[in-house]
């Protein structure tokens, strides 16, 4: 497989596509498409290894187009690349889209070409690990950490899924010291705890530890927040408070298959691989503390 | 003034030694002439402990001015000339509601006081010049809360009518910001990729040069000029193989078009704003709609198709950044009552013979039924779910068109769309006393 790799755009303004692919037509093939129809169709045509999409277009929106993309071409990795940062797009972006990457406008050609660069190592990573033997599934039931102050959230999980060892944990620190005993295939926590907020806690993590899924519950409303959730710590659903039970219950559902699927090929943990993040000495005793479980983690035995 | 406030009927009460029925006229004309009842317009008849009546000053002089009245009606007793209906209230009663009550039924001029009861039993007596007074300052308590429930009131609707703005004008600028960033987008890949291509191009540039250099050295070797030749065509290949010299008129086609884009969005903020100039000028509405259809384009261009049909316009005389602001909130009002995709038709005309212009924006969006349309113009009155509107919009919007003197009027079809029709006079006529659009101006402009 020589052949270069392609990109599709999706833009409603044309002199956007016209940068993009005078930007990228060396190195890739490059596909554009200025409505979302049009790039559904493309999709179904030819094999595209990612998808960037402007969100706000007339008739459909980028989370509709990424969505359909995740459908047509699940291999594809998915790029928002907007100006128009509307928290139920970017909810919607992580939740349905699931996508890679929120890029903002006006974006830097550098950086963008790396985050493209990035996605299509992986989405050829991974097509090299389909045909590698898929990794026995060792059938020990995925465990699920609830970390939330009210017991509600546990409760229910407890209740839906009595075959998963289901563990709860009301501080940061608490839930480190199960997950180092326990690890879990799935973390739901909220953003905000008693030690504040976690956000760094979980980039660190799942820079760590990919394998993890983790579902954010949170009554937390910050467009920029959710958008560094993304692209640092690669969060698979965003739940907004107060949750909806079925919705919970389906996002984890979800969530524990994505677990299965992430073990079975390894190679595609690096669809979540994470953005680098610049180390932050203000939040250093967080780190610590991330760092303390995972020094733990790998001191266990690794199972045989 | 007491010092002590009195507030209730018990702080009113006189402990009035009551008479009994049978005591003698004369008797008791005796004791109003005592020093101790010498304030006291009446006293009370009273039995076992109940009310009977009450005996007025006034009606004693009233017998004794009788030709031997003193003589024939003295030794009787008093209850056969009593009041046997006097005014009562009960020590518990609410100071305004016995007030009222006694206001209602004493008769003038005031000859008598009221007895104070406690469950039908004589407690004392009250003069009615002490309860209106206490009334009097009841009220003017609750005058000096009313006037400042009022002022915080009006505070609070400047307050409202403050953050309806902020809360537009951060509507507009997130859509202006949204609007510029879309060719700041493009601008700035393409001069990236121009950076690009320069620095591809001169080191083509720099190889061809070279390759001149040796050919027009007499002391170049064979293997010197094929080594140059071969990286000046390597280059050049490169160069053409990347389109650079195909794309790059385009590409700075499409830079100067953004930077136009940008430009105009700059110069139509500034106009819709129009902190450079007089608060009340001479505009042409024309003008001021182009200006709220970019500022607010970012919120309109998705939904609706607009179709301008402008008439040739006089000058209006207005403040013309409320007359902007009016334009662009009924414009994405239009927007937002549109599900999908649709239309919004903007038509202007001078109405004969009245030095009238006016503005009709209608749009092909849901249209609201009568009760919501009567009240679109009362403040606080919003459609949208909490959160997203204050209510305010519309309401200030009639404001400002009242103040110009003009009107605005709303025809609405559910299913079928809305119409809003605005007409403003050419000239504002009256003095700035009078006016508050020139008031203001006047004000603020001193």
């Given at each position: 497989m020589n052949a270069k790799p392609t990109l599709l755009f999706v833009d409603d303004e044309e002199r956007i596509l016209r940068t993009l692919v005078l930007a990228f037509r060396v190195r890739y093939r490059v596909l554009s498409a200025t409505s979302g129809e049009e790039a559904i169709a493309l999709l179904r045509e030819h094999p595209v290894d990612v998808v960037i999409s402007d969100q706000r277009m007339p008739q459909m929106t980028g989370v509709e187009v990424l969505r359909a993309a995740r459908e047509i071409a699940p291999h594809a990795m998915r790029i928002l690349l907007t100006g128009y940062a509307e928290l139920a797009s970017i909810v919607g972006s992580i939740n349905e889209g699931e996508i890679f990457r929120y890029v903002q406008k006006p974006w830097r050609l550098e950086e963008l070409r790396d985050t493209i660069a990035e996605a299509v190592d992986i989405v050829h990573?991974?097509?090299?690990?389909?045909?590698?033997?898929?990794?026995?599934?060792?059938?020990?039931?995925?465990?699920?950490?609830v970390l939330d102050r009210t017991p509600a959230l546990f409760d229910l999980i407890r209740q839906a899924h009595p075959e998963h060892h289901v563990d709860t944990a009301d501080t940061l620190d608490e839930a480190l010291e199960r997950m180092a005993r326990h690890p879990p295939a799935v973390l739901v926590t909220d953003l905000q705890l008693p030690e504040g907020d976690i956000s760094d806690a979980l980039r660190l993590l799942k820079a760590q530890q990919p394998e993890l899924v983790v579902v954010v519950v949170t009554a937390f409303r910050d467009t920029g927040h959710l958008i560094r959730l993304i692209n640092q710590a690669q969060v698979?659903?965003?739940?907004?408070?107060?949750?909806?039970?079925?919705?919970?219950?389906?996002?984890?559902?979800?969530?524990?298959?994505?677990?299965?699927?992430?073990?079975?090929?390894?190679?595609?943990?690096?669809?979540?691989?994470?953005?680098?993040?610049?180390?932050?000495p203000q939040h250093s005793d967080i780190q610590q503390r991330v760092r303390g479980y995972l020094d733990r983690l790998r001191g266990r035995t690794s199972p045989a | 003034m007491a010092a002590v406030r009195k507030t209730r009927i018990s702080d009113l009460t006189m402990r009035v030694h009551p008479i009994p029925p049978g005591m003698r006229v004369a008797d008791v004309a005796d004791l109003f002439l005592a020093d101790a009842c010498r304030d006291l317009l009446c006293l009370p008849v009273v039995q076992d402990g109940q009310p009977?009546?009450?005996?007025?000053?006034?009606?004693?002089?009233?017998?004794?001015?009788?030709?031997?009245?003193?003589?024939?009606?003295?030794?009787?007793?008093?209850?056969?000339?009593?009041?046997?209906?006097?005014?009562?209230?009960?020590?518990d009663a609410d100071v305004e509601a016995a007030s009222a009550w006694v206001r209602?039924?004493?008769?003038?001029?005031?000859?008598?006081?009221?007895?104070?009861?406690?469950?039908?039993?004589?407690?004392?007596?009250?003069?009615?010049?002490?309860?209106l007074e206490l009334m009097e300052h009841?009220?003017?308590?609750?005058?000096?809360?009313?006037?400042?429930?009022?002022?915080?009131?009006?505070?609070?609707?400047?307050?409202?009518?403050?953050?309806?703005?902020?809360?537009?004008?951060?509507?507009?600028?997130?859509g202006v910001a949204h609007e510029i960033n879309t060719p700041l987008g493009y601008v700035r890949s393409n001069v990236e990729l121009a950076r690009d291509f320069v620095s591809q191009t001169s080191s083509a540039l720099v190889a061809s040069r070279n390759l001149i250099h040796c050919l027009l050295d007499e002391?170049?070797?064979?293997?010197?000029?094929?080594?140059?030749?071969?990286?000046?065509?390597?280059e050049t290949e490169a160069v053409s193989q990347s389109g650079i010299l195909e794309e790059v008129s385009p590409l700075f086609d499409d830079t100067l078009h953004g930077l136009e884009q940008i430009s105009e969005l700059v110069v139509n903020l500034r106009n819709f704003s129009r902190l450079d100039r007089a608060r009340v000028d001479h505009v042409n509405l024309n003008e001021s709609l182009d200006s709220a259809l970019t500022i607010g384009r970012n919120l309109i261009k998705h939904k609706a198709e607009v179709i301008c049909d402008y008439g040739?316009?006089?000058?209006?005389?207005?403040?013309?950044?409320?007359?902007?602001?009016?334009?662009?909130?009924?414009?994405?009002?239009?927007?937002?009552?549109?599900?999908?995709?649709?239309?919004?038709?903007?038509?202007?005309r001078t109405l004969a013979d009245t030095d009238q212009v006016e503005v009709r924006i209608r749009d092909n969006g849901c249209g609201m039924p009568e009760e919501v349309r009567a009240r679109i113009f009362d403040p606080f009155f919003t459609t949208k779910p909490v959160g997203q509107g204050t209510g305010l919009g519309l309401s200030i919007s009639y404001q400002i068109i009242e103040q110009h003197r003009g009107s605005i009027d709303?025809?609405?079809?559910?299913?079928?769309?809305?119409?809003?029709?605005?007409?403003?006079?050419?000239?504002?006529?009256?003095?700035?006393?009078?006016?508050?659009?020139?008031?203001?101006?006047?004000?603020?402009?001193?």
């Open positions: 990573a991974a097509r090299d690990a389909q045909t590698t033997p898929v990794v026995a599934n060792q059938a020990r039931a995925a465990g699920i950490m698979y659903r965003v739940l907004p408070r107060p949750v909806s039970q079925n919705m919970l219950l389906r996002s984890l559902e979800s969530a524990l298959k994505h677990h299965d699927l992430l073990r079975e090929r390894p190679a595609l943990l690096r669809r979540h691989s994470v953005e680098a993040v610049p180390e932050a | 009977l009546g009450v005996i007025s000053r006034y009606a004693i002089m009233r017998i004794f001015l009788r030709q031997y009245g003193r003589e024939i009606f003295g030794q009787r007793p008093i209850e056969r000339f009593m009041n046997t209906a006097p005014l009562m209230v009960d020590i209602q039924h004493m008769v003038l001029p005031v000859t008598e006081d009221f007895i104070i009861v406690e469950q039908g039993h004589y407690r004392g007596m009250g003069m009615v010049t002490s309860l009841h009220v003017a308590l609750r005058g000096r809360a009313l006037a400042r429930a009022n002022a915080s009131l009006k505070a609070s609707q400047a307050h409202l009518v403050q953050s309806e703005k902020m809360a537009s004008l951060g509507q507009m600028v997130a002391r170049a070797s064979d293997e010197e000029i094929s080594g140059h030749l071969m990286t000046a065509a390597e040739d316009l006089p000058s209006v005389e207005c403040a013309a950044s409320q007359i902007n602001q009016v334009f662009l909130n009924i414009l994405t009002n239009a927007a937002q009552a549109i599900a999908d995709y649709g239309r919004i038709t903007v038509r202007t709303v025809v609405s079809t559910p299913g079928e769309g809305t119409e809003f029709v605005l007409c403003l006079p050419c000239r504002q006529t009256a003095s700035a006393a009078q006016n508050p659009v020139l008031a203001e101006a006047a004000g603020s402009e001193a």
